[in-house]
Nanobody
């Protein structure tokens, strides 16, 4: 069974940094695009950043220049380095990956359970 497990969230002061990780486990044939999304209280889930298997990246305008997405294909892991954090970055952060499971017929979107990031003084 394919699972995505996130880690690295927490409480940080404005201007601080955090690094999120999301590791994929299970029987996998291939991982395609991976990404991070976030959902603040009372708001819809929104895209933060995505990365292709060849490391082409895409960012939401609100995080450009502050966040960096990367991936380690050998470890089946995607990262989100978050710098210069602002209170408006407070949200639950979710990772998503399009994965072709070993026992599947096509690729599916899988989501992690989410990790809380709180930016506050």
């Amino acid at each position: 069974q394919v699972q995505l497990v996130e880690s690295g969230g927490g409480l940080v002061q404005p201007g601080g940094s955090l690094r999120l990780s999301c590791a994929v486990s299970g029987s996998i044939s291939r991982i395609y695009d991976m990404g991070w999304y976030r959902q603040a209280p009372g708001k819809q889930r929104e895209l933060v950043a995505t990365i292709t298997p060849g490391s082409i990246t895409n960012y939401a305008d609100s995080v450009k220049g502050r966040f960096t997405i990367s991936r380690d294909n050998a470890l089946n892991t995607v990262y989100l380095q978050m710098n210069s954090l602002k209170p408006e970055d407070t949200a639950v952060y979710y990772c998503k990956a399009k994965i072709f499971p070993s026992d599947g017929f096509y690729a599916y979107d899988y989501w992690g359970q989410g990790t809380q990031v709180t930016v506050s003084s």
